[in-house]
């Protein structure tokens, strides 16, 4: 039994695997799909002959139980490769049309192409049996998505740049013996894949089980909601997915007389499309979830058919034109489609168990065959019957993309009951797809997944910081394990930015505050209070008497944004006790966030201290300032005064003038009032200016106390109103300067606000 691949042998499997995929994918533009349609179109088949070509494709999926049955005797690697090889020696048959057909054998070339595209398909079937284990295998860890979606890219890339080689040979009206060497090309870049293939470590084979008959296996998936709900979508989609795409090239050939090497240039439209896709994928995959990418993928398809329903039939001559609009149409539906395909196969991975992988894939594939195999055989059928009653082949291929296109509106109605799989909802995905902000965040997760340097590292974390986005925490949430603080650090940084935290990041931010003091807990806990984690209350509340004193700070400025107002008593006794000015700052920030005019004679007893450092003095006066409701008008005149200390005199006197200006100016616009509406006289207001003038100018309080004592109660705090008086009686503290700024431009503003302000009603006892 194979042992799970250590990192190391992951990356050189991948790395050839890798290889094997740019091989096969020339193989397989070479000699299936556009240009089998286009050689038996020269060939003169019918609709019937051509649907039926597409279905063989789909068809090669009823072959896996007989490569299940192989896979008890032989290893899944072997299977694999001899398939691939044998698939590719079966187009043989194919190289020697033109010489039958140079011999007029008309019926002989077209039982020759069918028979070598029957046994490719049959042999291929057979050996698909190993894809899944294979892919599955080495497409594990985190980057499983990523990695699964990195396949696709790779084919979309190789075959886009195959497509237009084929184009360029092709031309207008290529000799039939060209399209022979170019499936010479194709077997043999088939041949070095299967080669390739032997190369590959062996998937460990699935746990031991009963093994389950064809029959068990579709009762489980049937009667299990989710599954029966995914295998109807994937048989819907792999049925307009299979029609809509070959016919195309028939509708563009037959109805707009398209060239070979013009219809081959639409199918390098198409890759772009696919690549595109794949590209988004892989970006998005893991952020968003495969549900709501699988739903855009249908929508992309759905406008891309209602493009070929309006594309007029008249617009055969106009030839730029023309090439756009059916280039843009190829986009779109392998865009669409194809993209549907890819995210339909991660889907279903995720959905379904380890030990039924091996079993449901089998059904995926002839879930899929059926679909793909019968839309293109009835198709086909459709088509001809059409012909036949002389309808039109534009008013055929109009009638059959509606229908289409009514199927898959049915889809994307469906798929709204697929089960989320972790992915985000459908409108929350389009704002991230939409979102530069987001896609930016998206990127910078990717680097940071891939690097090794912790430099980088720390920079692609500050720049997550200035790109906050959702998407982005659990990836920050496994840089805070980092073994390196700097990391940790920055990671925190970031994750503060974000506006919302999922549960996972409380945790995760609780585990860093108990187990990481000293270093990064201090973070923790500041982040806790800003998101208003309130569960974390009885853990802040112990963290405030720590020994790091950085965590005691923040974990009380994280109580007072919780609101805990029942442990505020126990905060002001240990900001009085405390010596440690760091933790006396935080204490008064965290007054300043509860607002309480209770914390008004704590914050001046801090003043009241020797000698307390000017820092200290700015807190104080700006909590002060938060309590009484005027920070920001205080902030801008503070910052003045620190500039120039000088100031103090003029900016008193202005904030004054200026409201009595204003008490005067509206008291006048309002003198049809009744007598008793005024609340303040025009006496009582000119008071407040040498009131002011006694206290700058030698130090004389009372004036001051006096008219604040005589404000209303309603305009003014009780509280704040006796604790400021009480202020300019105390020589002490009237002394500071900051304190004298603050009372008088809140008493400028208790004026202004008596300016418009009536007396509420008396209550009714």
């Known amino acids: 039994?194979?042992?799970?691949?250590?990192?190391?042998?992951?990356?050189?499997?991948?790395?050839?695997?890798?290889?094997?995929?740019?091989?096969?994918?020339?193989?397989?533009?070479?000699?299936?799909?556009?240009?089998?349609?286009?050689?038996?179109?020269?060939?003169?088949?019918?609709?019937?002959?051509?649907?039926?070509?597409?279905?063989?494709?789909?068809?090669?999926?009823?072959?896996?139980?007989?490569?299940?049955?192989?896979?008890?005797?032989?290893?899944?690697?072997?299977?694999?490769?001899?398939?691939?090889?044998?698939?590719?020696?079966?187009?043989?048959?194919?190289?020697?049309?033109?010489?039958?057909?140079?011999?007029?054998?008309?019926?002989?070339?077209?039982?020759?192409?069918?028979?070598?595209?029957a046994l490719f398909h049959t042999i291929r079937g057979i050996g698909m049996i190993g894809n899944n284990p294979v892919l599955s295998n080495l497409a594990t860890g985190p980057d499983r998505s990523g990695y699964m979606t990195q396949i696709q890219i790779i084919n979309s890339a190789v075959g886009m740049f195959a497509g237009f080689i084929i184009a360029l040979l092709l031309g207008r009206?290529?000799?039939?013996?060209?399209?022979?060497?170019?499936?010479?090309?194709?077997?043999?870049?088939?041949?070095?894949?299967?080669?390739?293939?032997?190369?590959?470590?062996?998937?460990?084979?699935?746990?031991?089980?009963?093994?389950?008959?064809?029959?068990?296996?579709?009762?489980?998936?049937?009667?299990?909601?989710?599954?029966?709900?995914?295998i109807l979508i994937l048989f819907l989609v792999a049925l307009v997915s299979g029609v809509s795409r070959s016919f195309l090239i028939v509708y563009t050939r037959e109805v707009f007389g398209q060239s070979d090497g013009l219809v081959s240039l639409y199918t390098v439209f198409g890759g772009l499309g696919t690549l595109l896709i794949g590209l988004m994928i892989k970006l998005l995959v893991r952020r968003i979830g495969a549900k709501p990418l699988f739903i855009i993928c249908v929508i992309t398809g759905l406008v891309g058919m209602i493009s070929v329903i309006a594309i007029p039939l008249g617009m055969i001559a106009q030839g730029y034109t023309l090439v756009l609009l059916l280039?843009?149409?190829?986009?779109?539906?392998?865009?669409?489609?194809l993209g549907s395909e890819g995210i339909a196969q991660t889907y279903f991975l995720s959905l379904v168990p380890l030990e039924f992988m091996l079993d449901m894939g089998i059904l995926y594939f002839l879930v899929f065959g059926i679909a793909g195999a019968g839309g293109s055989l009835l198709t086909g059928l459709f088509l001809d019957m059409l012909g036949r009653f002389e309808v039109s082949l534009g008013a055929a291929y109009k009638l059959l993309y509606s229908i289409l296109l009514l199927i898959t509106l049915c889809i994307i109605v469906l798929q709204k009951k697929l089960v989320p799989l972790g992915a985000l909802p459908f409108w929350g995905a389009l704002e991230v797809i939409f979102s530069f902000r987001d896609l930016r965040a998206i990127a910078l997760l990717d680097k940071l997944e891939k690097t090794t340097d912790s430099v980088e590292e720390a920079a692609l974390l500050e720049a997550l910081h200035d790109t906050p986005s959702r998407l982005a925490v659990q990836g920050l949430l496994d840089r805070i394990k980092s073994p390196r603080l700097a990391i940790r650090m920055e990671a925190l940084r970031a994750l503060e930015a974000l506006e919302v935290l999922p549960d996972a990041a409380e945790q995760a931010l609780t585990q860093d505050v108990i187990h990481h003091p000293f270093t990064t807990a201090y973070i923790s806990a500041r982040i806790l209070g800003e998101q208003r984690i309130f569960a974390a209350t009885p853990l802040l509340r112990e963290l405030v008497y720590s020994e790091d004193y950085m965590l005691a700070g923040e974990a009380i400025v994280a109580?007072?944004?919780?609101?805990?107002?029942?442990?505020?008593?126990?905060?002001?006794?240990?900001?009085?006790?405390?010596?440690?000015?760091?933790?006396?700052?935080?204490?008064?920030?965290?007054?300043?966030?509860?607002r309480s005019p209770h914390s008004l004679p704590i914050l001046l007893d801090i003043l009241r201290a020797v000698n307390p450092p000017p820092y200290l003095r700015d807190e104080v006066a700006l909590a002060l300032a938060n309590i009484l409701d005027m920070q920001q008008e205080f902030y801008p005149l503070l910052v003045r005064f620190l500039e120039d200390p000088a100031l103090v005199p003029t900016l008193a006197l202005d904030e004054v003038e200026s409201a009595y200006e204003y008490y005067r100016t509206t008291r006048g616009s309002r003198l049809k009032r009744k007598r008793s509406e005024v609340l303040f006289s025009l006496k009582q207001a000119q008071a407040l200016q040498p009131a002011v003038r006694a206290l700058i100018a030698g130090n004389q309080g009372a004036p001051l106390a006096r008219w604040i004592g005589e404000l209303p109660s309603f305009i003014a705090e009780p509280v704040a109103q006796l604790v400021l008086g009480e202020v300019l009686l105390d020589d002490d503290l009237i002394s500071i300067q900051r304190l004298r700024l603050l009372i008088v431009q809140w008493a400028s503003l208790r004026l202004r606000a008596l300016a418009t302000c009536r007396e509420p009603p008396a209550l009714e006892v």
């Open 1 to 117: 039994m194979s042992t799970p691949l250590s990192p190391y042998h992951l990356g050189k499997a991948r790395e050839l695997y890798n290889f094997f995929n740019g091989f096969n994918a020339l193989s397989w533009t070479f000699l299936t799909g556009n240009i089998i349609t286009l050689f038996a179109m020269r060939l003169k088949a019918s609709a019937t002959f051509l649907g039926t070509l597409s279905a063989l494709l789909y068809m090669s999926f009823f072959f896996l139980p007989l490569g299940k049955i192989l896979a008890q005797r032989f290893s899944i690697i072997r299977i694999f490769s001899a398939a691939w090889i044998g698939r590719s020696i079966c187009m043989i048959p194919l190289l020697f049309v033109p010489w039958v057909m140079a011999r007029g054998n008309h019926q002989r070339a077209l039982q020759l192409t069918f028979l070598g595209v």
């Open 173 to 230: 009206d290529p000799p039939l013996y060209l399209y022979s060497i170019i499936m010479l090309i194709g077997i043999g870049c088939g041949l070095i894949s299967g080669f390739l293939m032997r190369n590959i470590p062996e998937p460990p084979a699935p746990p031991k089980a009963k093994q389950r008959s064809l029959r068990e296996v579709m009762v489980y998936a049937f009667s299990t909601p989710s599954l029966r709900q995914f």
């Open 327 to 337: 280039g843009f149409v190829f986009f779109l539906l392998h865009f669409g489609f």
């Open 559 to 594: 109580l007072a944004k919780l609101e805990d107002e029942a442990f505020r008593p126990l905060i002001e006794e240990i900001i009085l006790k405390t010596a440690n000015p760091r933790l006396k700052i935080m204490g008064v920030q965290a007054f300043g966030i509860y």
